[in-house]
Every structure is written in structure tokens, then in C-alpha cells.
């Protein structure tokens, strides 16, 4: 029924229902109306599957209109958070709009684990979303000019957390990750190398609480201030960050003197729910909170990875 559903949605081109019913997998928030009228760039970009196992994985890829074969390009992974779906991240994030105006190539995975997750804590008997992204990233990789100085990742919530995973393990491949509403540093990690990160946590997130307490998703097992500084600390950085007031609610603290230059870059929003900064979608489902509008995420992380190529 979903699917049915999904389907007919992405026919009529309403980008707001898109993530309203798929964002986060929560009851179905209400959301802004959308600009109607021209085709939305969601709908231009390519859903494709592929066979890991006995699991059929899917994935969204976008190429911008620039995109001509002669000169590499970067690419950035956006993982869409727990109960949600690669479109729907991509409208949350605007990462497709910005990779149109960036010209770089993006791709959204499919999570399948648990409640439509990630399987970030490396769970045995859960899929292998580390193979999955291996597998993927040969095959846009082989069919697309790549810049592989420039491949990174980025994620809401769930994602974030997959993004983290990334940081730990695929640290060799992916130049800087981007965790939004999520950061963690994971068990058993152990990057290969420093590895840049921008991160984005309010102070009022009831999903992934802004310090560790008793009553704590099992899967948040640190707070955000304690996974920040383990890596400062595996980044090799300065203890004391710099720190810059962008507003009222936001400090931007930044770490420098990092090993392979590998900055560690932490925007703390004090009235922030469980919210993507500067969306074109706005939350209001109770447990969203608010989404701040001084600062725009994913311009930010656009600048910080470009700034951040593999060294």
C-alpha cells in the first residue's frame, strides 16, 4: 500500500508528501507547502538495484545536468535516516539541488536493517551495508568520472550514524563525512587514517539525546559532546576548539592542527530538535522539534568537503 502510494506521489510530483510519509519512518509529520508547477529534481534522478547475498538493495542516483564525461567529479553519499528512504533525504537535505548547481554526482542508498536502519554496530546476523556501499561505489565508479579525492558522506539520524561507520571503516576511500542529528564514534572503530568531520546536533533532540542518559535508544551509546571529541582525539587536533557565535542559538567549534589536516568542525544549536538545519522542509510532528534557519547544513558541508579533499 506504501509502494502504491510512493508511486502515485512521485507521478503527481509532490516533493512535500515525498518526505512528509518517508523522512524519518516516525508518524507522518506535517510539513511546508513546496513550490509547484516545474517537474522537481527528485524526479530526474535513477533508482537502480542490485543483489548483495540473498538481499535485493536499492539505490537513487543523481547526475546534474553539467555532468559531461570529460572532467571528474565529486561524489557525496546522502544515508536517509531510520524508517526512511533515499528520495525522501534528498528533498529533506536539498542534497539533489545541490548537486545540480554543484555539478557533482550523488547517490542516496536504501537501509534495510531493523526498522528501514543501518546496520551501524556491525551486527552479525544484520546485512553488510559496508559491502553494500563497496559495491556500489564500483559501480558508479566504473560508469561515471569520479574524482576519488572527492568522495564523501553525509546522513540524517540513522545516516549520521552510517556516516560515522564510514569514518571507522572506509576511511581509506571516503575523504569526510558529515553527520547530521547523529555523530557517533562507533565500537570498534578504528580509522585507517585522520578523517575530516562536520557534525550538526541540537541541544533539544528527544531522538538522539544531546547527553547519554538512562533512557537512551540502545543504539546511542554515546553522547554527542563524547563522540565529538573522540575525533578530536583520533584526528589528532588541538584540545581547545575555536569558537564562533553564528547566532544566538548556534556556536560553531572548531578544532584545528589535525593531523593531514583533517579538521573537526561542530555546529551546537541550544533550542535544536531532531532536525536537518536549514531544510526546505519543515518539521512539526512533537518529536522533530525545531528546525533552526540561521544556518543551512548543507551548504556548509558542501564547503567543508570541498575543502577537505583525501590528502
Given at each position: 500500500?506504501?509502494?502504491?502510494?510512493?508511486?502515485?506521489?512521485?507521478?503527481?510530483?509532490?516533493?512535500?508528501?515525498?518526505?512528509?510519509?518517508?523522512?524519518?519512518?516516525?508518524?507522518?509529520?506535517?510539513?511546508?507547502?513546496?513550490?509547484?508547477?516545474?517537474?522537481?529534481?527528485?524526479?530526474?534522478?535513477?533508482?537502480?538495484?542490485?543483489?548483495?547475498?540473498?538481499?535485493?538493495?536499492?539505490?537513487?542516483?543523481?547526475?546534474?545536468?553539467?555532468?559531461?564525461?570529460?572532467?571528474?567529479?565529486?561524489?557525496?553519499?546522502?544515508?536517509?535516516?531510520?524508517?526512511?528512504?533515499?528520495?525522501?533525504?534528498?528533498?529533506?537535505?536539498?542534497?539533489?539541488?545541490?548537486?545540480?548547481?554543484?555539478?557533482?554526482?550523488?547517490?542516496?542508498?536504501?537501509?534495510?536493517?531493523?526498522?528501514?536502519?543501518?546496520?551501524?554496530?556491525?551486527?552479525?546476523?544484520?546485512?553488510?551495508?559496508?559491502?553494500?556501499?563497496?559495491?556500489?561505489?564500483?559501480?558508479?565508479?566504473?560508469?561515471?568520472?569520479?574524482?576519488?579525492?572527492?568522495?564523501?558522506?553525509?546522513?540524517?539520524?540513522?545516516?549520521?550514524?552510517?556516516?560515522?561507520?564510514?569514518?571507522?571503516?572506509?576511511?581509506?576511500?571516503?575523504?569526510?563525512?558529515?553527520?547530521?542529528?547523529?555523530?557517533?564514534?562507533?565500537?570498534?572503530?578504528?580509522?585507517?587514517?585522520?578523517?575530516?568531520?562536520?557534525?550538526?546536533?541540537?541541544?533539544?533532540?528527544?531522538?538522539?539525546?544531546?547527553?547519554?542518559?538512562?533512557?537512551?535508544?540502545?543504539?546511542?551509546?554515546?553522547?554527542v559532546e563524547d563522540s565529538v571529541d573522540k575525533w578530536v582525539e583520533n584526528n589528532g587536533c588541538d584540545k581547545n576548539p575555536q569558537t564562533t557565535e553564528i547566532s544566538t542559538v548556534v556556536t560553531k567549534l572548531s578544532w584545528s592542527n589535525c593531523r593531514d589536516g583533517a579538521d573537526v568542525v561542530f555546529y551546537q544549536i541550544e533550542d535544536g530538535g531532531h532536525t536537518w538545519p536549514g531544510s526546505p522542509v519543515t518539521l512539526t510532528a512533537g518529536w522533530a522539534g525545531k528546525t533552526n534557519k540561521d544556518i543551512v547544513a548543507t551548504d556548509l558541508i558542501w564547503e567543508f568537503f570541498m575543502a577537505h579533499?583525501?590528502?
Amino acid at each position: 500500500m506504501i509502494t502504491s502510494l510512493f508511486r502515485r506521489i512521485l507521478k503527481g510530483g509532490a516533493l512535500s508528501l515525498i518526505v512528509v510519509a518517508f523522512i524519518l519512518g516516525c508518524a507522518a509529520p506535517q510539513t511546508e507547502k513546496q513550490p509547484t508547477g516545474k517537474k522537481p529534481i527528485l524526479e530526474r534522478g535513477e533508482r537502480q538495484q542490485i543483489k548483495i547475498g540473498k538481499k535485493r538493495r536499492r539505490f537513487y542516483v543523481y547526475t546534474p545536468s553539467s555532468y559531461d564525461g570529460k572532467k571528474p567529479v565529486p561524489l557525496i553519499f546522502d544515508f536517509h535516516g531510520s524508517g526512511g528512504n533515499p528520495r525522501g533525504e534528498v528533498g529533506y537535505s536539498d542534497s539533489a539541488n545541490l548537486a545540480e548547481k554543484k555539478g557533482f554526482i550523488l547517490v542516496a542508498l536504501d537501509g534495510i536493517y531493523g526498522r528501514k536502519s543501518w546496520n551501524t554496530a556491525k551486527d552479525p546476523k544484520g546485512v553488510d551495508d559496508i559491502g553494500f556501499i563497496k559495491e556500489v561505489l564500483g559501480i558508479i565508479t566504473g560508469k561515471y568520472k569520479i574524482d576519488k579525492n572527492k568522495i564523501y558522506a553525509m546522513g540524517m539520524s540513522g545516516g549520521a550514524r552510517m556516516s560515522s561507520r564510514i569514518g571507522c571503516d572506509l576511511a581509506d576511500t571516503f575523504a569526510a563525512i558529515a553527520p547530521v542529528t547523529g555523530v557517533q564514534f562507533l565500537d570498534n572503530c578504528s580509522p585507517s587514517r585522520a578523517v575530516p568531520v562536520i557534525t550538526f546536533h541540537g541541544k533539544k533532540d528527544l531522538v538522539n539525546h544531546y547527553t547519554h542518559r538512562s533512557n537512551s535508544r540502545a543504539y546511542w551509546i554515546h553522547g554527542v559532546e563524547d563522540s565529538v571529541d573522540k575525533w578530536v582525539e583520533n584526528n589528532g587536533c588541538d584540545k581547545n576548539p575555536q569558537t564562533t557565535e553564528i547566532s544566538t542559538v548556534v556556536t560553531k567549534l572548531s578544532w584545528s592542527n589535525c593531523r593531514d589536516g583533517a579538521d573537526v568542525v561542530f555546529y551546537q544549536i541550544e533550542d535544536g530538535g531532531h532536525t536537518w538545519p536549514g531544510s526546505p522542509v519543515t518539521l512539526t510532528a512533537g518529536w522533530a522539534g525545531k528546525t533552526n534557519k540561521d544556518i543551512v547544513a548543507t551548504d556548509l558541508i558542501w564547503e567543508f568537503f570541498m575543502a577537505h579533499p583525501m590528502p
